[in-house]
């Protein structure tokens, strides 16, 4: 059974700092392309990061690029996302989830229930 | 960036109707578009890719169509399951943009 938990979440002050985590088990981690992909309380989904299977290449969305950075780690089936210079904009559920097979193109077949952020002061 | 825009943004419908909502993306995207079902409190659900390939396990009553800037999410019969906010996604290049969500609600 394919799951996907992350951990990390929490309160942070504006400015703040903070990794969020997502292990991965049931499925061959290191041949699928990892995203993170947000929710802010009461609104729609936003695409955030992506990383290869190979974990050399990384896009990111606009609203985080040069605070965020996502990495993984094939040996322990888990990918990161660190979040730099957080913004009270950055307050959401961060969902992980795994691209369905390899290649490029892929949708999105199973996600974690997600990890909230809060920023405020 | 190319930007997916979903119409109608809310939609009530009552158990047994036939519903379709529909995604429009500002520059053409082939077929790559992907079609989720979020319900409250749950992380989104695979409905369909690559425009109109229901992912498996999806009941037959959901179908996708288009290509290029158009497409469209039909369910073919409301089933009291299926009230829940579905987003469109686009799969090519970068930012994997997400259409703002339609809402579909009983009537």
């Known amino acids: 059974e394919v799951q996907l938990v992350e951990s990390g979440g929490g309160l942070v002050s504006p400015g703040g700092s903070l990794r969020l985590s997502c292990a991965a088990s049931?499925?061959?981690?290191?041949?699928?392309?990892m995203t993170w992909v947000r929710q802010a309380p009461g609104k729609g989904l936003e695409w955030v990061s992506i990383?290869?299977?190979?974990?050399?290449?990384?896009f990111y969305a606009d609203s985080v690029k040069g605070r965020f950075t996502i990495s993984r780690d094939n040996s322990k089936n888990t990918v990161y996302l660190q979040m730099n210079s957080l913004r009270v904009e950055d307050t959401a559920r961060y969902y992980c989830?795994?691209?369905?097979?390899?290649?490029?193109?892929?949708?999105?077949?199973?996600w974690g229930q997600g990890a909230l952020v809060t920023v405020s002061s | 960036d190319i930007q997916l825009t979903q119409s109608p943004s809310f939609l009530s419908a009552s158990v047994g109707d036939r519903v379709t909502i529909t995604c429009r993306a500002s520059?053409?995207?082939?077929?790559?578009l992907a079609w989720y079902q979020q319900k409250p409190g749950k992380a989104p659900k695979l409905l369909i890719y690559?425009?109109?390939t229901l992912q498996s396990g999806v009941p037959s009553r959901f179908s996708g169509s288009g290509s290029g800037t158009e497409f469209t999410l039909t369910i073919s019969s409301l089933q009291p399951e299926d009230f829940a906010t579905y987003y469109c996604?686009?799969?090519?290049?970068?930012?994997?943009?997400f259409g703002q969500g339609t809402k579909l609600e009983i009537k």
């Open positions: 989830a795994k691209a369905d097979m390899p290649g490029p193109a892929r949708p999105l077949d199973y």
């Open positions: 049931g499925f061959t981690f290191s041949r699928h392309s």
């Open positions: 990383m290869n299977d190979a974990a050399d290449v990384t």
């Open positions: 520059q053409g995207i082939s077929s790559y």
């Open positions: 690559a425009a109109s």
């Open positions: 996604q686009r799969l090519n290049d970068y930012p994997r943009t």
